[in-house]
C-alpha cells in the first residue's frame, strides 16, 4: 500500500504510526517473569549510570500501602496497594504513570513490618489475578478492573493465614490456576481460572503454606510445578496435583524465595534466618530425588537469586552480595560494601536493590568479582513505609524501563542503551 492510499484512511495511517513507535516490545506478565527466571527480556541496555543515575520518566505517587511487585503487560502496570482501608488490584499507564482503574481485593491486612497486600499480580490474556494479604483470591478484567469472581484461599480452600498474610503470586498453567492455601484440604490447590471453581487440591500433603511463589519446569517425564514450604521442597503433576517427590528442607521462621530450576533435573533452593541452600536432582522417572548438596553459603531471607550463567548471584545474610557456583555450591566470591537487598538480571548485569537505603546499583553478572557500573538512589522515599519494614519490590526491567517501589511509590526510569 502507497503512502498516498495509506492516509486516505486516517484510523489506518495513525495505527501505523502507533505501532511504528511501540515501546511495547515485550510483556512481564507475572513474578519473575514469563518463566520465572526473572531474567528481562531486554537488550541493548545501557552498561554503565551517569552519576546522577537514569533518567526517571515518573513516580505513581498514589500506589497505596504495601509491598506488592507490579507484573506490565502492553501500556499497563498491575500492581496492589492499601488505600483507605481496603487493598485494591491498580492499573496504571505506563508511559506517563497514570491510574486507569481500581478493583477491591480484600480487606487490611495488618502487620508490625507495614499493612497491605505483598505479591505481584498474575496477567493472563485479558485477565489478571491478585491475592490480597488475608488470602482473597481476585480475577479481573484487564480492560477496566470489573471483577469476574473471588475465591477466598481460607474460608474457601482450608489456608490458614500465617505471620506476613499471603504473599504468594499465582502460576497460570493452561485452563488452571495455582496457589497455596496451605492445610488439611491440601497444600496446593488448582482452580479454573475462568469460573474459580476448585479443579484439586493436594492429597498427603496438608502442610501450612509459606511465603515462596511456586514453579513451572518442563522435566523428561513431564511437566512439574516446584513448591517450597517450611520443611520441604517438592514437585507436584499439574495436571491432577498428584505429589511427585519431596525433599526435606529446614526451613525456620519464613521460606520466602522462589525455587530456582537448574535445567537437566536441577532445583535449588534457598532461605534465611541461618537455613543455608539446597540442591537436588530429580531421577528420570520424575518421582525419585536425590540431594546434590545442601550447605550455608547462600542465606537468602527475601531478595531472590538468579541464575546467570551456571552461577547463582544474591544477597547471602552475614556474607554479602555473593556468587555461588550452582554445580557444586561453593562460594565464587563476596561483596560486603552495599546493603543488603533485591537482584534483577537484564542484559548481563545485575540490578540490584539496598533494602534500607533505597540505593539501586548496577554490576556485572561476572564469576570475576563485583563490578559496579553505577549507583543510584530512589527520590522520593516513603514516609508512610514501618519502621519494621524495609523497600523490598524487587527491581523489572522490560522495554528498556526499570521500575521500581517504595510502599506508596512506583518510580519508572528509562535503561535504554544509546
Not at 489475578?129 to 478484567?141: H, K, N, R, S, T
Not at 519464613?254 to 535449588?268: E, H, R
Request: glycine share 14%; proline share 5%; net charge neutral.
Amino acid at each position: 500500500m502507497n503512502s498516498t492510499r495509506l492516509f486516505q484512511y486516517p484510523w489506518l495511517a495513525a495505527m501505523v504510526v502507533s505501532l511504528a513507535h511501540s515501546s511495547f516490545a515485550a510483556d512481564w506478565p507475572q513474578w519473575r517473569g514469563t518463566d520465572r527466571k526473572d531474567h528481562s527480556p531486554d537488550a541493548g541496555l545501557l552498561k554503565s549510570w551517569p552519576k546522577e543515575g537514569p533518567k526517571q520518566l515518573w513516580v505513581f505517587k498514589t500506589a497505596g500501602l504495601g509491598y506488592a511487585g507490579y507484573s506490565i503487560v502492553g501500556n499497563r502496570l498491575f500492581t496492589m496497594g492499601l488505600r483507605d482501608g481496603q487493598e485494591q488490584l491498580i492499573a496504571v499507564n505506563v508511559e506517563n504513570g497514570t491510574e486507569i482503574w481500581k478493583a477491591n481485593a480484600g480487606e487490611k491486612y495488618p502487620n508490625n513490618w507495614g499493612d497491605g497486600p505483598r505479591m505481584t499480580p498474575t496477567v493472563d490474556g485479558d485477565r489478571v489475578y491478585g491475592i490480597g494479604g488475608q488470602g482473597i483470591l481476585v480475577c479481573a478484567q484487564v480492560q477496566d478492573g470489573k471483577i469476574l469472581w473471588q475465591k477466598s484461599l481460607v474460608t474457601d480452600l482450608g489456608g490458614k493465614l500465617q505471620d506476613w498474610g499471603y504473599t504468594e503470586s499465582p502460576l497460570i498453567i493452561g485452563n488452571k490456576i495455582l496457589v497455596t492455601p496451605g492445610g488439611a484440604q491440601g497444600t496446593m490447590a488448582a482452580l479454573d481460572k475462568s469460573t474459580g471453581s476448585v479443579v484439586w487440591q493436594t492429597k498427603g500433603l496438608t502442610d501450612p503454606a509459606q511465603y515462596a511463589s511456586p514453579i513451572l519446569i518442563q522435566h523428561t517425564s513431564g511437566p512439574q510445578v516446584v513448591q517450597v514450604i517450611t520443611k520441604s521442597v517438592f514437585g507436584i503433576d499439574p495436571e491432577n496435583g498428584a505429589l511427585l517427590w519431596k525433599s526435606e528442607f529446614p526451613g525456620r521462621v519464613a521460606v520466602i524465595p522462589t525455587p530456582i530450576d537448574g535445567g537437566n533435573g536441577l532445583i535449588y533452593v534457598t532461605s534465611g534466618y541461618g537455613v543455608g541452600c539446597k540442591l537436588v536432582r530429580i531421577g528420570a522417572d520424575g518421582k525419585s530425588v536425590d540431594t546434590v548438596y545442601e550447605n550455608k553459603v547462600m542465606k537468602n531471607h527475601h531478595g531472590g537469586v538468579v541464575l546467570v550463567d551456571g552461577h547463582v548471584y544474591g544477597h547471602s545474610d552475614g556474607a554479602g552480595w555473593l556468587c555461588q557456583s550452582l554445580k557444586t555450591g561453593e562460594e565464587v566470591w563476596t561483596f560486603k560494601e552495599f546493603g543488603k537487598g533485591a537482584v534483577h538480571y537484564a542484559d548481563g548485569m545485575l540490578y540490584c536493590l539496598d533494602e534500607r537505603s533505597g540505593t539501586v546499583a548496577l554490576a556485572e553478572a561476572s564469576t570475576a568479582g563485583w563490578k559496579e557500573k553505577g549507583r543510584f538512589k530512589l527520590d522520593p522515599l516513603s514516609q508512610q513505609r514501618s519502621k519494621s519494614g524495609g523497600i523490598w519490590p524487587h527491581p523489572v526491567v522490560v522495554n528498556g524501563r526499570l521500575y521500581l517501589r517504595d510502599q506508596e511509590y512506583v518510580y519508572c526510569y528509562d535503561v535504554r542503551g544509546k
